[in-house]
């Protein structure tokens, strides 16, 4: 059977971030646990050039896409990805103590993003961010009765190397994030 002409994305498998170095190279992707939601727009600011009271050109400055995600629970080894900081591990079981430590010299990093999709036509279907940073804030919280939810936003930016702002990926048979 050949792969459909329209894939029918269906609900969230996985996403994977994966820090990105300053050259460009790729850290070990770190899973998101419990998944809910990865979100995006492609935009672009645009210019106008006006004169003899009418509009002459318009050109924008470069599509960027805006991103959310959302997850349940926390993770620290995605959180230090998103946010930056140190995660440092110290004792021995049962005394173990994970930590992520923050200081105000830090600054968020670059990272790739990858969610994963079922898809209704057959396969699955990803969602790749080449170079997203946290630009909004990072959310989480303790309350009565419900779960921590993380959530945070940003905008992703083309790779330096060849350009690539995200793909979307269907997959005829379906493929697991790397």
Known sequence: MAIATTALPYGMRDVRLTPVADDGSLGTPVDLPAAQTLSFSEAEEFEELRGDDAIIAIRGKGPKVEWTLEAGGISLGAYKVIAGGTLTLTGTTPNQIRKVSKLVTD???????????????????????YKARAATNIEGGHADGTFWITKCGGTAIGRISDGALYDFVQNETAVAIP
Do not use: M
């Not at 600054?107 to 961010?129: C, M, N, T, W």
């Open 107 to 129: 600054v968020r990093p670059y990272f790739k993003a990858e969610g994963q999709s079922i898809s209704d036509s057959g396969g699955d279907f990803h969602s790749i961010l």
